[in-house]
């Protein structure tokens, strides 16, 4: 079962790049299996996926993020991550990372780490 | 971008009640909807995937029926863990969409 564990700096500063990383366990990024996504959720509000990644590279984005993101992998280290640039306090958010597999929906997902933009 | 939209946005009901969950679509997005259950402090889980279909590990007190632009989560009677926030999420269309959550809560 792939397990998935978000890790990055907690505090970004205004107009900065957010920039996290998601270890995956139990299973490789290299998989020809599995989609890998980041979404994000800010506080009390509902979530919105943020882009994805898919084994060679082949990546996609959501359009409302698209001209500031950028979602690598690193497959020596079995891990994706997640570059949000120009950062605003509106990208306050807990960020998840989450794989897509055979039955094409989010599962599983990361616990999540809390991104708070401010100077 | 469809827009998905659920009521009620609180249901406060008692242990073994049975909890209705509403999610309609702006438009069809055929069966491919999901539910997902969301703890305090916790991630997203998966609970539905294809309107119906449960998820490994998920008991069969719940339920998921609909098709076209309405769908409904049924969970038959309620058990303490279940009170959480449920959302719906659809992949009908390339960009992935979730409803706004139901909240159910301890009467």
């Known amino acids: 079962q792939v397990q998935l564990q978000e890790s990055g700096p907690g505090l970004v500063k205004p107009s900065e790049t957010l920039s996290l990383t998601c270890n995956v366990s139990?299973?490789?990024?290299?998989?020809?299996?599995?989609?890998w996504y980041w979404i994000r959720q800010p506080p009390g509000k509902t979530l919105e996926w943020i882009g994805y990644?898919?084994?060679?590279?082949?990546?996609g984005y959501n359009p409302s993020l698209k001209s500031r993101v950028t979602i690598s992998i690193d497959t020596s280290k079995n891990q994706f991550s997640l570059q949000l640039r120009a950062v605003t306090a509106a990208d306050t958010a807990l960020y998840y990372c989450a794989s897509v597999g055979h039955n094409m929906w989010f599962d599983p997902w990361g616990q999540g780490t809390l991104v708070t933009v401010s100077s | 971008e469809i827009v998905l939209t659920q009521s009620p946005g609180t249901l406060s009901l008692s242990p073994g009640e049975r909890a209705t969950l509403s999610c309609r679509a702006s438009q069809s997005v055929s069966t491919y909807l999901a539910w997902y259950q969301q703890k305090p402090g916790q991630a997203p889980r998966l609970l539905i995937y294809?309107?119906?279909h449960r998820a490994t590990g998920i008991p069969a007190r719940f339920s998921g029926s609909g098709s076209g632009t309405d769908f409904t989560l049924t969970i038959s009677s309620l058990e303490p863990e279940d009170f959480a926030v449920y959302y719906c999420q659809q992949r009908s269309a390339w960009l992935l969409t979730f409803g706004g959550g139901t909240r159910v809560e301890i009467k």
């Open positions: 139990g299973g490789s990024v290299s998989s020809t299996t599995y989609y």
């Open positions: 294809d309107t119906s």
């Open positions: 990644i898919y084994n060679s590279g082949s990546t």
